[in-house]
């Protein structure tokens, strides 16, 4: 297996209230992605890194913020918390060979009541 | 991107071969084709992936036609634990990269 550790692995809060989600690895890859996967709607990219304080936007970003200080964490911010973020988040990694495969992690479930 | 097209739900008995099909006719020549699973609510898991050659690994076979417009994941022994939602996703080799997942083919293995 990949080495991606993603905390929490569930987490239950309020509306307005900030909540930061962990994806680290340990394989020391360029890449790293952070997906929600919503019914319906398949997964979708939040941010992506191509290395460290290097970020840029994915296709569904608005009320999300990345942050990577260390090649080994990648961490997405939610600044105020709405409902509609109510979702599955995964992290993936990559080499930064052009063909290799991403590699996920095991999620965090986020409930916004 | 080039878009895939899969059958949305495949049965299959334990122990046969399960021979997942993926249409990509507009698949262009610097682009690649992976496939993942993703079993009930854990992570997408990678499975397999090529260019133009077919390929094995210790999980399973990837065939791409010779016109690469199509290709089969085939798992050649199913068992239980292979039920699951199976993805194929056509990517170039440039850029970032993001993967599209479409809907993907439930296969269901059964006893």
């Known amino acids: 297996d990949a080495g991606i550790t993603q905390s929490p692995r569930h987490k239950v809060t309020e509306t307005g209230t900030p909540v930061t989600l962990r994806c680290h690895q340990t394989?020391?890859?360029?890449?790293m992605y952070w997906y929600r996967q919503d019914p319906g709607h398949g997964l979708r990219l939040i941010h992506y890194?191509?290395?460290?304080?290097?970020?840029d936007k994915g296709e569904v970003s608005d009320g999300y913020s990345v942050s990577r200080s260390k090649t080994e964490d990648f961490l997405l911010t939610l600044e105020s918390a709405t409902s509609s973020q109510t979702s599955v988040y995964f992290c993936?990694?990559?080499?930064?060979?052009?063909?290799?495969?991403?590699?996920f992690g095991d999620g965090t479930r986020l409930s916004i009541l | 991107d080039a878009k895939t097209t899969q059958p949305p739900s495949m049965d299959c008995a334990e122990g046969r071969a399960a021979n997942l099909p993926c249409n990509h006719s507009?698949?262009?020549?610097?682009?690649?084709v992976y496939w993942y699973r993703q079993i009930h609510s854990q992570g997408p898991q990678y499975i397999i992936h090529?260019?133009?050659n077919n390929e094995t690994n210790e999980m399973a076979s990837l065939i791409i036609t010779e016109d690469r417009k199509s290709s089969t994941l085939i798992l050649p022994h199913a068992t239980l634990r292979d039920t699951a939602v199976y993805y194929c996703?056509?990517?170039?080799?440039?850029?970032?990269?993001?993967?599209?997942f479409g809907t993907g083919t439930r296969l269901l293995v059964s006893p």
């Open positions: 507009t698949i262009s020549g610097n682009e690649y």
């Open positions: 890194s191509y290395g460290v304080k290097d970020t």
């Open positions: 090529g260019l133009k």
């Open positions: 993936a990694i990559r080499q930064g060979n052009s063909n290799q495969p991403q590699h």
């Open positions: 394989e020391n890859h360029r890449y």
């Open positions: 996703i056509v990517r170039g080799n440039t850029g970032f990269q993001k993967l599209v």
